[in-house]
């Protein structure tokens, strides 16, 4: 595991690994053998760890007991205000549940309940009704270390852990994800601290989204969703103007000259790749080859070759090149992204030139 903020002797502890009975600490620098260790921890780290540690014990032990969800594995996420998980083996939970589950935790917690470490030594009886993964294949000695939730749970467990549970403040349990594979939800839960810093982020976006709405907070959602709507109205809007604007560009090609361009070259700031296909497929099946980007001028965009398959097939790379961009082809297409369309006169004359063969 990684331990930032770990030192030994004022050097920095980069990661700890467990061998055997002995945790194997990693260091930048040599340490002075036989010397005396001076172990220093980021104390604020340490006890958020506490925290999200002995908030998962505490969310295993309600959810066993309330409902018989048995837990199968936990993440501790890394950062204040990032969420942890407990894997139940269940393939869903209902709100009711979960809210179950969540206000259990949180009455636990305003009781102050105490969490005890106990050492057993491996023969005692008493460990046949504690709460057990099993221990590990390279375990070694006599003591066993269990961890109390007087009156809730007591579990092996060798990972650090608060001494009361008002210790956690709070315990929130965000939202559930079905894992995949089926028979097991992921709770993903916020504890202690990491509650406090998760609100202010949230009262941060907050404050941000009302300012940029001009709407309370209470009208976020309604006012978001007219918005949603609206976009999707004016994106339909946009489509079929694109689509009217490719059918007439493409009809003023056919039509403007007798004979018809062999070669149709077309650049518009504002069109999409439906705007480019629509343009190609128009044209193309006229005989006309055609070669339309999209984007800025001078700056990066979109480019769509199209036409006889052989003649794609060899230009198509050419293109890509003096475009500096990339790009792949299907039978009498080429397209891609170009880094800069201020070569496109470039690509314009390699391709009449080639037509000219």
């Known amino acids: 595991m990684l331990e930032p903020g ?20 990693f260091v930048n620098s040599p340490l002075q053998v036989d010397s005396e260790a001076l172990v220093e ?41 990032s969420k942890c998980y407990v894997e139940l083996g269940t393939p869903s939970l209902t709100k009711e549940q979960l809210d179950h589950i969540e206000e259990v935790c949180n009455e636990n917690i305003r009781k102050a309940v105490p969490v005890v470490p106990h050492w057993y030594n491996i023969q005692d009886p008493k460990l046949d009704a504690v709460r057990s993964r099993g221990l590990p294949d390279d375990f070694e000695g006599q003591d066993i270390r269990v961890v109390e939730i007087e009156g809730i749970d007591i579990n ?34 916020l504890s202690g601290d990491r509650v406090r810093a998760y609100l202010e982020s949230t009262i941060t976006n907050e404050r941000a989204i009302t300012k940029l709405l001009s709407a309370r907070a209470d009208d976020h959602v309604s006012v978001v969703e007219r918005l949603v709507k609206e ?19 493409a009809f003023q090609h056919l039509h403007s000259n007798d004979p018809v361009d062999p070669v149709a070259t077309i650049h518009r700031n504002d069109g999409d790749n439906m705007f480019m296909n629509l343009l190609a497929k128009e044209l193309t ?36 090149a003096l475009l500096e961009g990339k790009g792949g082809g299907r039978k009498g297409m080429y397209q891609g992204k170009a880094s800069t369309l201020e070569r496109r006169e470039d690509v314009y004359k390699l391709i009449r030139d080639f037509k000219k063969k």
């Open 6 to 25: 770990l030192q030994i002797n004022g050097v920095d502890v980069f990661r700890v690994t467990r061998r055997g009975s002995k945790a194997v600490h």
């Open 41 to 81: 921890v980021d104390w604020k780290r340490r006890f958020d760890h506490m925290q999200q540690h002995s908030g998962q014990h505490l969310i295993t032990a309600i959810a066993d007991r309330e409902f018989g969800f048995k837990t199968k594995s936990w993440h501790l996420s890394i950062g204040v205000d």
């Open 156 to 189: 092996t467990c060798c990972g650090t852990h608060v001494s009361n549970l008002n210790h956690l403040q709070c315990i929130k349990l965000v939202s559930t994800e079905a894992k995949k594979g089926g028979g097991s939800t992921l709770i993903y839960y």
């Open 231 to 249: 976009r999707a109205h004016l994106t339909s809007v946009v489509d079929n103007q694109l689509k009217e604007l490719a059918q007439l560009l």
């Open 285 to 320: 099946s006229k005989g006309v080859m055609v070669m339309v980007t999209v984007g800025g001028n001078k700056g990066a965009g979109q480019f769509l070759l199209a036409g006889e398959e052989a003649a794609v097939a060899t230009l198509g790379p050419q293109v890509a």
